[in-house]
């Protein structure tokens, strides 16, 4: 975005190499970084209309269609320094939206929202990607990540050690737990030992109601652990599936 300079390696934009002589192609980029700047004494509306008036040339309508897309028109008259957080954020998006980009970085926009502003950038954030623009975010609020994410690369000290669709990586490293009584746990033990492909299980963790043990299988395969500890006549207080990419990220960058 031409905030930083590089001092080496290199980088591509929208499928080509990029250079800061290259910047007129940011016209197709919009960002936010972190918590938007605008003058407070001004109407939401009319930061918009400045900001539009500073870039390339948008549409007459085009601040009054950004409004209506962040869901600000009822608001747009009053004051930025009025606006909530969440507000304050929607209206930056709002703002990196004016060139109608085809990609849009942001960075932490969740970051200070309450319940009910997550909920609203969420909803805002798929009706982008439901529209053709690419959305990429930085974040270090996994649950999040979790809920709005296609994609996922989990940064360890400045290398991208992991990347691919979300989906795949929750799959291959979820879990099921189950709690079961403490006469019970060295035989189920043995028998969950087929599902880890030669892995020794973690010893079980005491609870107070019971022993739980992590077995690290598709959760989609929770039935099957089920049944065959039923058939061998031990039954479980507690089965859940577990899929979580803060443990995946804790197990990548430890």
């Known amino acids: 975005t031409g905030l930083i300079r590089p001092n080496t390696g290199s980088i591509e934009l929208l499928g080509q190499p990029f250079t800061w002589r290259d910047r007129r192609r940011l016209f197709n980029v919009g960002s936010l970084v972190e918590t938007p700047a605008f003058y407070p004494y001004m109407s939401g509306r009319d930061n918009l209309r400045v900001l539009a008036a500073a870039g390339p040339k948008v549409p007459r309508n085009r601040v009054e ?3 209506d897309v962040v869901e600000l028109r009822s608001r747009a008259r009053d004051r930025f320094s009025t606006y909530s957080l969440g507000m304050k954020q929607r209206l930056g998006i709002a703002g990196a939206l004016l060139n109608d980009p085809v990609l849009l970085l942001l960075d932490e926009p969740a970051n200070g929202l309450d319940p009910a502003g997550i909920v609203a950038m969420r909803a805002l954030l798929r009706t982008l990607t439901g529209a053709g623009k690419t959305v990429f975010v930085s974040s270090h609020i996994l649950p999040e990540v979790q809920q709005l994410a296609d994609v996922v690369g989990i940064i360890a000290r400045g290398r991208l050690v992991r990347e691919g669709r979300l989906d795949a990586l929750l799959r291959e490293s979820g879990h099921v737990r189950l709690r079961l009584g403490p006469d019970d746990a060295t035989r189920a033990m043995e028998l969950l030992q ?20 992590r077995v690290p299988v598709d ?36």
């Open 65 to 67: 269609e950004v409004l």
């Open 194 to 213: 087929q599902f880890t492909d030669g892995v020794a299980l973690r010893a079980p963790e005491p609870r107070p109601d019971g022993l739980l043990i």
């Open 219 to 254: 959760p989609h395969r929770s039935a099957e652990v089920n049944r065959l500890l039923a058939q061998n006549g031990i039954f479980v207080s507690a089965l859940e599936s577990e899929s979580d990419l803060e443990e995946i990220f804790l197990g990548l960058t430890e």
